[in-house]
């Protein structure tokens, strides 16, 4: 059973235009979801996150957007460049005791010039 | 720097030879884990760790083993590996109290 489900599978957004990626949650006992960036041959990066009790964070161009009550939250990323092509995975953490983790099934960002 | 070690970075093997691939934090995270990444599913938790010989299972831990006796390593064991296994393996560290994890430079296994 996927406990979050991530869309769109791939995104090519034209540079400067807005990407956004989705993220629904069913376990409503997380408490932390993380965005995480990677690129080729490299492991995933701690891109932003946030906590339910905040309905949004923005730091620099990236912002997440987070509804507690359709249990959803959204990755923004404004101006987006053709350095930001990479694969993105959102993330819902349960932090209380051990840490237990669930990932999406990530989104493939495509910025072309 | 701070950093997660894994190595090797990359092993092919064959079918029952086992084999060890290890991670090692210089951060002094309580939180270790270990992942799975497969084209379409995403990052799977295989084993995770809460501190020096507390471990559990993720989504999909069979056929690996894992240890914990020093805080800064934690091995991941393949006991019998089988061609099933073949992915893109990663480890983490967390400090924990809703800190992200951060990840190592993954582990490409190849198991003909």
């Known amino acids: 059973q996927q406990q979050v489900k991530q869309s769109p599978q791939s995104l090519i957004v034209q540079k400067g235009g807005i990407s956004i990626i989705n993220c629904a949650y069913e376990n409503t006992a997380f408490d932390y979801f993380p965005w995480y960036q990677q690129f080729p041959g490299k492991g995933p990066a701690l891109l932003i996150a946030?906590?339910?009790?905040?309905s949004e964070k923005k730091e620099g161009r990236f912002t997440i957007s987070f509804n507690k009550s359709a249990k959803q939250f959204s990755l923004h990323i404004m101006d987006s460049q053709p350095g930001d092509s990479a694969t993105y995975f959102c993330?819902?953490?349960?932090?209380?005791?051990?840490?237990?983790?669930?990932f999406g099934t990530g989104t493939k960002l495509q910025v072309i010039p | 720097e701070a950093q997660v070690t894994q190595n090797p970075r990359y092993l092919i093997t064959v079918t029952g030879k086992k084999l060890t691939v290890t991670c090692s934090q210089n951060m002094n995270h309580e939180y270790m884990s270990w992942y799975r990444q497969d084209p379409g599913l995403g990052l799977r938790q295989i084993y995770y760790s809460m501190n020096v010989e507390v471990t559990d299972k993720g989504d999909v831990p069979e056929g690996y083993k894992v240890s914990r006796k020093e805080k800064r390593n934690f091995p991941l064991i393949l006991e019998s590996p089988s061609p099933n296994q073949t992915s893109l393996y990663f480890c983490a560290s967390s400090p924990g109290q809703g800190g992200g994890y951060t990840f190592g430079s993954g582990t490409r296994l190849t198991v003909v």
């Open positions: 946030i906590r339910p009790d905040v």
């Open positions: 993330a819902a953490f349960y932090s209380g005791g051990y840490q237990k983790v669930t």
